[in-house]
Structure formats: structure tokens, C-alpha cells
């Protein structure tokens, strides 16, 4: 692809592209990070990123910037292709896109496929090799199911879904359009139930639903939960990564993004816009509001204010934990001045008052 043509393709893109320079005009064969590009590829750097040192040395035949007039002066000095853009960084996910199309197999039925009584199939579905789709499932419109996925009775997958392989889909799962399943997730598994007897563990049937708006995505090695009544609901453009758990009966708002290792029980409530960080623990019926935001390793236990940012276990504002953070290292230190602190009031208890 030419840097013209993406400069065409960005133009009618939502990163706001506002000047440009093509410079030669090179063929662009991919795209790369400053360091690492060759005159072939592409690169980017974000408003206030200080980069300039590194844009004068690198290899790079073209790049997107944020409007800064010295870094437009220091491609155009370099004699690079350039364009300016609102935002550089959704410009660079939109140009990965242009210069690698994902690839899309095409509409057919591999042989061993086995599918089962009263499945539906929408036009244009690819089903691949050893796909297993049992009875009264429905499959929608251009999906694709890549080999080895299981679909159990009672799924419905709407249009424009991909399911990739060896991913499992149980009885009352819900897929809107446009949902991606990642290879070996799993989605509408039995949720953690049982109730306690005098003879043990009596198993809790688990007969809702799962039901994924559209748009969600849910990462590698991913779990989500179905209840025993109900539904788990996860909002329309949610963002699930890689082995991420979540229990039966949790429902998230729109917009949600969770990171790997991230584990939600049963009952949680996210609101819109949540961001969870990598190995956040969310207990059992813990509210979260809209636009809340937790570190790495928080523990969640009640309820978190919309548009809070916390950290820690328990979690606390991160304006608090940062604060504990730098005085941790300082404990050992304290503690030895207070015994010695302790220590001294003793012996003074124990020294005779002088006389009057």
C-alpha cells in the first residue's frame, strides 16, 4: 500500500486526520515501532510523547504525529511521509487494519462438520473442520466457526460473530452481532453452586442464560458462568482478555474493559466504562459504578463510587494507596522506634519520682 492510499483510507477514518505530506510516496509493506521501522514501514508517536530523539534516528519511511509543529518540522526536515492526526494512536490501529485485512475463510461447510437436527445456518457462515453444532442451535448470518469449536443445544449466535477454535459454547448462550470468542474460551459453563447438607454438596442446577451484546470480545483460556436462574449479562462493546473468570449472575454495563486474570463471583454488578487491571478481585455482589477504575491486584469488596479510582486489598482510592505505598518501606524503621519508644516509657515507670 502506497502512503497515499492510507492517507485516503485515513481520511474517512474517526482519528481526524488535519495535514499530511507525503513525502516520496514509499510502499508501505507493515508498520513498526520507532526504533525498529525501516524505510518501508510505518510508525507513530502520541502528543506530549518525548520522542524526538528517537524520530531523528529512526529508519522510518513514514509516521503519524500528534500536532506538534517540531515534530512536523523534524519529518519534513527528514524528508519522511507524514500526516497529522487527532489522535495518532487510533490512526496506527486503523492503518494495521488497512495493511493486514484480516482474512476471512470462505462461506462453506467443511465435511466434518457434524451438525445436529433443527440447526439453522445463516447465509454465508463458514463452519469449520470438526465443528460440532448440537440440535436447535442457530448459527447467523456471515458468522464464523472456526474448526474444532463445540456448540451445544438451545446457542444462538447472531450475524457477524467469530467464534475461533476449540472454543465451547453451552446450552443458553447468547451472542449479538459482532461477538468474537477467542480459542478455548468458554462461554455459558455451569456456575459455581452447591448447597450444603448433612450428606455433603448438593449440586445446584445451573438453568439461565449467558448473553453477550453486541459487539464483546472475549479472550483466550476465558470463562463465563451461566446462574442457576437469570441471566449473566455482559454489555454491548465490552472487552474481556486472555483467562479471565467470570461467576454466574455477574452483569457489567456498556464499555467495560477487563485484563487477563481478572476474577468476578456471582452477582457483581459493573457499571459503564469499568476498567479492571490485571488479577482484580471483585467479590460477591460488589458494586462498581460507572467509569470506575482499579489497579493491578485490587480486591473489591463492596461498593466503589462511579468514576473512582482505587487500588490496593482492600481497595482503597489510589490517591490513599500510593500514599501507604511509600510508607511501606519505611515500616521496619518505625517499628524498631516504637519498642525503643516503648521501652524507654517503660523505664521511666519505673524510675523513682525525685523528691519535692
Not at 529512526?58 to 517540531?70: K, R, T
Request: aromatic share 4%.
Amino acid at each position: 500500500m502506497r502512503f497515499s492510499q492510507l492517507i485516503a483510507a485515513l481520511q474517512q477514518g474517526e482519528a481526524g486526520l488535519q495535514a499530511h505530506d507525503l513525502g516520496e510516496d514509499p510502499e508501505l509493506s507493515g508498520a513498526a515501532s520507532l526504533e525498529k521501522a525501516d524505510a518501508g514501514q510505518i510508525s507513530f508517536l502520541e502528543k506530549g510523547n518525548a520522542l524526538t530523539s528517537e524520530l531523528e534516528a529512526s529508519g522510518v519511511g513514514a509516521v503519524l504525529l500528534p500536532d506538534q509543529p517540531d515534530l512536523r518540522e523534524l519529518a519534513q526536515r527528514r524528508g519522511l511521509a507524514w500526516a497529522v492526526l487527532r489522535d495518532p494512536r487510533l490512526a496506527f490501529a486503523e492503518t494495521l487494519e488497512h495493511l493486514h485485512p484480516d482474512p476471512r475463510p470462505v462461506a462453506a461447510i467443511h465435511p466434518s462438520a457434524v451438525i445436529g437436527n433443527r440447526v439453522e445456518l445463516g447465509a454465508g457462515v463458514s463452519i469449520g473442520a470438526h465443528v460440532c453444532i448440537a440440535d436447535g442451535s442457530r448459527i447467523g448470518a456471515h458468522s464464523v466457526i472456526y474448526p474444532g469449536v463445540v456448540i451445544y443445544g438451545d446457542v444462538e449466535i447472531a450475524d457477524h460473530c467469530v467464534v475461533h477454535a476449540n472454543a465451547v459454547l453451552h446450552p443458553g448462550s447468547r451472542l449479538h452481532r459482532r461477538c468474537v470468542i477467542h480459542s478455548t474460551a468458554v462461554v455459558g459453563s455451569e456456575g459455581f453452586g452447591f448447597v450444603p447438607t448433612t450428606k455433603g454438596w448438593r449440586k445446584m442446577p445451573q438453568t439461565g442464560l449467558v448473553v453477550l451484546e453486541e459487539g464483546v470480545e472475549v479472550g483466550c483460556g476465558s470463562t463465563i458462568d451461566r446462574p442457576s436462574v437469570g441471566e449473566t449479562r455482559i454489555g454491548a462493546g465490552t472487552k474481556i482478555d486472555n483467562l479471565v473468570q467470570i461467576g454466574h449472575g455477574v452483569e457489567t454495563g456498556r464499555g467495560c474493559a477487563l485484563a487477563s486474570q481478572v476474577g468476578i463471583a456471582g452477582g457483581a454488578r459493573l457499571g459503564n466504562g469499568v476498567i479492571l487491571a490485571g488479577q482484580v478481585g471483585v467479590a460477591n455482589r460488589a458494586q462498581i459504578g460507572d467509569r470506575a477504575i482499579a489497579s493491578s491486584k485490587s480486591g473489591i469488596h463492596g461498593e466503589i463510587a462511579a468514576g473512582e479510582v482505587v487500588s490496593g486489598y482492600p481497595a482503597i482510592s489510589n490517591r490513599l494507596w500510593l500514599r501507604c505505598s511509600a510508607a511501606f518501606a519505611k515500616l521496619p524503621e518505625m517499628a524498631k522506634q516504637l519498642r525503643e519508644l516503648k521501652k524507654e516509657i517503660a523505664s521511666l515507670k519505673d524510675t523513682p519520682h525525685a523528691p519535692q
